[in-house]
Every structure is written in structure tokens, then in C-alpha cells.
């Protein structure tokens, strides 16, 4: 037992109460009444810690339960836009495609599946809140998978459930940048010339801010009518209110917005930096040719009744088309195997496909480049080459954990494992059956594989090229300034024993014989001694 200090004794600390100030906050304090420690409750202080920064997710907060349930709308209630919605059933012998949108899809979907349909593809063009509602409440889909779904910037990976599979990738496309175009771009307009013909390098063009005391008059007319004393203040609500708030979108309908236009490449993968991305967008490699590159999540789910559901943000029809011939053509693979995985395998090839007319605009732009470095070097050129690596690697951080994600789909084996819960808990619906991918599947998946690693390996040929490229214009320069530098010493070495010679006869002496003889003595000694000393160094 231990015994109380010697110190303490007649002190004027009472022992009914432990002594909380000299106790570090979060450590027990000894009791002197003898029971022994007691624990000391920490008192809460406002923390300065900045705990979002341009949060990727609107209203997200850091420690906030992960996931979103489909069964509650407030979670993304923002996010509605027009999705065009094709849903493709077929068996062998027969074929039937719906083309719907938001309104005609939950119609479709409350009727009974036919008897004959085998496998059902549901695409989905478009990202909004109530198409992903229903689905993700039709198939239980799980609430982590949603999450990354409506992320829009998820990384590569493949997550295996107990009634179905979710497979998330990224897509990139060649664009022309033409104001004809039928695309529409998230980027202004990427081109300046120089006489060259490559894009200008200089500073990027400041945007018009207005000055301070316009800002201020703007706040002040269109600020808030402040609340009459004794008014009730209100607040914002909490993280568990806007949970356990009731369904809001049962009776309002809500205002869909037509798609966001396409996200180029550095405004995917550049951060919330506008500047750069359009600094980097203005001075692309492929910019010269009015071409430009496209890049958007896609998210497929592959469940166990033999359904895939992909959403697309925008190019849903760039890998659909090729799909839906092969599946309106009765003697194709795709179409005899009524298979959920086949179709995956196919469409995850397409996205594949998109990217080899990249990879040769690249070819091409590197090509010219490497043209002009061969034929008139300049350190400009070390700028374009450092875009053109810069985009290499961007691409290649898209195309390269596809080989991971595709390996992960030939090493699975459908046994059975326990049940995952999707919503809350709620049991799945076939918890112990797992998703097959049919080793019919496993050939093309390794096709698949080998169009990613020819796409590889042109990236780093393509990356090697243009750093030797940077190397050779610094060699080039390097050589041309030795060669200035060598010239440069030829004629001081020529005038050195001419100057030497200068300050020698140039001496003031009273008797100085030499200088009674003209200039044509001075010469007969400086040929000669010039003569020898460049034999002398050279």
C-alpha cells in the first residue's frame, strides 16, 4: 500500500480532493483518501487544426462514418444530372435492348426479369443520385462501393463482395480540340503559336480580379440582414442530424443539370491548382495539333445473378457501340457465352483500346520534336520535353494498375466466403454463392493484360526518348559554348606575346636603343615569338 509523502503533511491541499493543477491533463492523479488513482476528465478546448482543404467530397468531414447508403438521400443530394440509361438483355437466341432515362428506369426495374433473359448489362451514361439510388437499392450494392462511385477520382482496384463485385478504372480518349467538335471540354482555348510553330512559354495570363474596395461594396450590399436581438440563431447541422434526417427528395422532385463537360488530363490529376492546369493545358504537346486528352472514373458492378452495371461520366457510347454489334450478331463469343464476366472483360479491353490513338498522337508530337532538337537545338526545347514527360507519366499512372486490377480477376476463384452486409446489415442477397468469373474469361483477360503492357512499355520508350532529348540539348549547348570558349583562347593565346611585347617597348627608359629603329624591328621580333609560343601550346 503506499503511503503518503512526508511533504504533504500540513499542507493546505485538501484530502477529499486531488490536486488537479500540478497533474498533466490526460494522466491519473493519485487519491489521498486511499482508494487509490482516480481519473482526471480532460477539459475540451477549441483545436486551430484546419481539417479540410478543397475537400474532394462535398460535406465531408474527417472521422465521419465511411460510405453511402442508397436508402437515404441526404448523403449527395446535389448530384443529379441526365443519364442516358441502356439496358441490354439477351440469351443466346435473343436480344433485347431498352434505351431509358431518369424518369422510365425505376418502371423498368420494378417489372419482373423475363424467363429467357440469361445475362442483363444495365449502362449508364451520366452520374445522378437518384439513377445510383435505385440501382445500388435493387442489387444492395455495398455502401463503400457507392462511395468510391460517386467519388469520381477513385484509384484502380477491384473490391470483392459476397454477392457481387465492384471494379473501378480510369478511361482515357483522344479529343480534337476544334470548335466544331461535338465534345465540350472543361478547358479554355489551348493554343499559342509561336513562329516555330510550338506552343509559346511564358507566363500564364493573370485573371482580371477586382480590387479590394469593390470587394468590400459588393459584401456589404449583398450581405445577410442581420437577426433581431433575441431572435433564434441558427446552425449548422451536425454530421448525425443530416443521418437521421427524414427523406426530403420523397416529395420534391429533384433539378437535374445537364452532364459537366469532359475532364482533360491535368485538371483530372492536377489538384485545384487552375493556373496550372491551364498553363499545362495551353502548352501540350499535342496542342499543336488541336488534339487534346479526356480522362474520367468508370465503375462497373459485377453481380452474382449474372448482371453488370457500369456508369460512365461521359463517353458511355465510345465503348458501348463496339459491344452492342458484337452482341447483335448471334455467332460472336461475347454473344454464345451469356456471360456477366465476358461482357466485363469487354469492357474493360474498349477502355483499353481508346488509349492506343494516345499513345500514337504522343508517337507523333515526339517525333516532330525530336526533329527540331536534331536539326536546330535550343534550350526552349527543354521546356516542351518537360510537358511531354510530365503528360508520359500521367499516363502511365492511369494504364499501369489496370495490369494489377486485371490479374486480380484471372487469381479469382468464385468460393463461397461469409456474407458481406450491404446497407446497415441488411443480408445480401445471395450471401454464400460468391461472383464467378468463368475461366472462359481468363484468355481474354490475358489479352486484355498484353494491350497494357504494349501501352507501357511505348510510354517509358516515348519517356526515355525525351529525357535523352533534354540530355542532348544541354550536350549540344555545352559543346557549342566549348567551341566559343576554344576560339575565344586561340586569339588571347595570339595576342599574349603581343602584349608582352607592347609593355616592353613601351617602358620609359632614358637610353633605349631599340626604339630608334621603327616599327618594322618590332614586327621582325613578334612574328617569331608568336609563332613559337603557339607551337609552344597547342
Sequence with gaps: ??????SAIGSSTSHDEPDVESQPLGRPAYDRTGTGFSTISRRFTRSNTMTTYN???????????????????????????????TV??????????????????????AKRKDDWVRCRWINVNGLSWDVIKLLGSDNRLHRLA????????????????????????????????????????????????????WPSVGKPRKRDKPGRIVQLLKSLLTSAPTPARGAPQSRPATASEKRNAPDASANVSPRRSPRPPLRTLQRYHGGPNEERAEFMESHSAIARKRLGVSVEQVSIFLTADNTIISF?????????????????????????????????????DAIIDLAFPVVSAYQDAIGELELDVLTEPDISHTTSLYMVTSELSLLKSVIQPIVALVNGLRDHKAEPFPPTPGLYGVPTKTPTSGVLVSSATYPYLGDVEDHCLMIIQALDQMRR???????????????????????????????????????????????????????????????????ATLMFLM
Design 312 to 348: 460512365f461520366e461521359n463517353s458511355a457510347e465510345d465503348v458501348a457501340e463496339p459491344i452492342l454489334e458484337r452482341l447483335g450478331t448471334a455467332d460472336t463469343v461475347l454473344r454464345r457465352s451469356c456471360d456477366a464476366s465476358m461482357v466485363t472483360q469487354a469492357i474493360i
Design 88 to 109: 441490354v438483355d439477351f440469351s443466346e437466341t435473343n436480344m433485347d435492348m431498352h434505351n431509358l432515362d431518369n424518369e422510365s428506369l425505376g418502371a423498368f426495374i
Design 146 to 197: 457507392i462511395e468510391d462511385l460517386m467519388h469520381g477520382n477513385s484509384r484502380t482496384k477491384v473490391d470483392w463482395y459476397s454477392d457481387h463485385t465492384f471494379i473501378v478504372l480510369t478511361l482515357q480518349k483522344l479529343l480534337p480540340l476544334d470548335s466544331e467538335s461535338e465534345y465540350e471540354l472543361d478547358c479554355p482555348d489551348p493554343i499559342k503559336r509561336t513562329a516555330s510553330g
Design 465 to 531: 526518348a525525351s529525357d535523352n532529348m533534354v540530355d542532348l540539348v544541354f550536350n549540344t549547348i555545352g559543346a557549342y559554348q566549348n567551341e566559343s570558349m576554344k576560339q575565344l583562347t586561340l586569339v588571347t593565346t595570339l595576342f599574349l606575346p603581343l602584349t608582352f611585347l607592347t609593355g616592353y617597348f613601351g617602358q620609359n627608359f632614358e637610353q633605349f636603343a631599340a626604339l630608334q629603329k621603327g616599327t618594322n624591328y618590332f614586327w621582325m621580333i613578334a612574328v617569331p615569338v608568336c609563332f
Design 55 to 85: 475537400p474532394l467530397v462535398p460535406n465531408w468531414q474527417p472521422g465521419q462514418e465511411p460510405g453511402i447508403d442508397t436508402t437515404k438521400s441526404n448523403d449527395a443530394p446535389s448530384l443529379y444530372h441526365d443519364c442516358d440509361i
Design 1 to 6: 500500500m503506499l503511503s503518503t509523502p512526508s
